[in-house]
C-alpha cells in the first residue's frame, strides 16, 4: 500500500464548476499537508499547506484536512480555464521526507 | 520563495552516454534534493544534497549511478550515468528553506530526458 494514494484522473470540468480534489494516506504522524499545481513542463509550485486537521482559505482555493479519516481535500470554486493543471498532495512530518500523490489531472474547459 | 534555474530543460541522449543537470538558487537555502517523475507517477526522491559532503540516497538510488555535487548553498549538479531507455523521465531540484520540508519548497521547471 502507498502511503499517499491519489486518483489521477484526468478530470475534465466545464469552467465555473467546483472541483473537488482528494488525497488518502497512511501515516498517521503526518501533520503537514501540502497542494501543489504543476503546469504542463513546468516545476510544482506550492499552492496551500495546512498543519494538523482544520480548513484553510485562499481565495477560490480550500484546502481541507481530516486526520481521523487520513483524507485531505482541496476545492476549487469558479474554476478557471487557466487551473488546468496537474495537482499533486504531498505530506510530511516535521523533520520527515516529503511524500507526494501520483497527481490529478485538471482540465477545465471554457 | 526563490527562484530554481534549471538546464537543461530538455535532452535526448544515447544510450551509455551520461548528462548532468545543473540547479541554481538565486538565494541561499537549506536543502537542495532531486526528485525523478515518471509519466503518471509521483515525484520520487532521488536524494538529498548536502552541501560540502555526500548526498543521502533513497532506497533503489545509488552513487555510481545518480553522483551528486552541492559545491555551495546555491548550487547543484545530478548526473545520470550510464544511460539506458529506463531513464528516460523527468528531473526535477527543489530547494528548501525554513523550518518545515515542504511548506516553503520550490522547484526548478525540470529537465525532460530520453534516451534512445
Known amino acids: 500500500q502507498k502511503e499517499v494514494e491519489q486518483d489521477p484522473g484526468p478530470l475534465s470540468v466545464p469552467e465555473g464548476a467546483i472541483v473537488s480534489l482528494n488525497c488518502t494516506y497512511s501515516n498517521s504522524a503526518f501533520q503537514y499537508f501540502m497542494w501543489y499545481r504543476q503546469y504542463s513542463r513546468k516545476g510544482p509550485e506550492l499552492l496551500m499547506y495546512t498543519y494538523s486537521s482544520g480548513n484553510k482559505e485562499d481565495g477560490r482555493f480550500t484546502a481541507q484536512v481530516d486526520k481521523s479519516s487520513k483524507y485531505i481535500s482541496l476545492f476549487i470554486r469558479d474554476s478557471q480555464p487557466s487551473d488546468s493543471a496537474t495537482y499533486l498532495c504531498?505530506?510530511?512530518?516535521?523533520?520527515?521526507?516529503?511524500?507526494f500523490g501520483q497527481g490529478t489531472e485538471l482540465s477545465v474547459k471554457p | 520563495s526563490a527562484v530554481i534555474s534549471q538546464k537543461p530543460s530538455r535532452d535526448i541522449c544515447q544510450r551509455g552516454t551520461s548528462l548532468t543537470i545543473q540547479c541554481q538558487v538565486d538565494s541561499q537555502v537549506t536543502m537542495m534534493f532531486w526528485y525523478r517523475q515518471q509519466p503518471g507517477q509521483s515525484l520520487t526522491l532521488i536524494a538529498t544534497a548536502n552541501q560540502g559532503s555526500e548526498a543521502t540516497y533513497e532506497s533503489g538510488f545509488v552513487i555510481d549511478k545518480f553522483p551528486i555535487s552541492r559545491p555551495n548553498l546555491t548550487f547543484s549538479t545530478l548526473t545520470v550515468s550510464n544511460m539506458s531507455p529506463e531513464d528516460s523521465s523527468i528531473y526535477l531540484c527543489s530547494g528548501y528553506r525554513g523550518e518545515v520540508l515542504g511548506t516553503e519548497a520550490f522547484f526548478g521547471q525540470g529537465t525532460r530526458l530520453t534516451v534512445v
Open positions: 504531498a505530506m510530511n512530518n516535521q523533520g520527515g521526507k516529503l511524500i
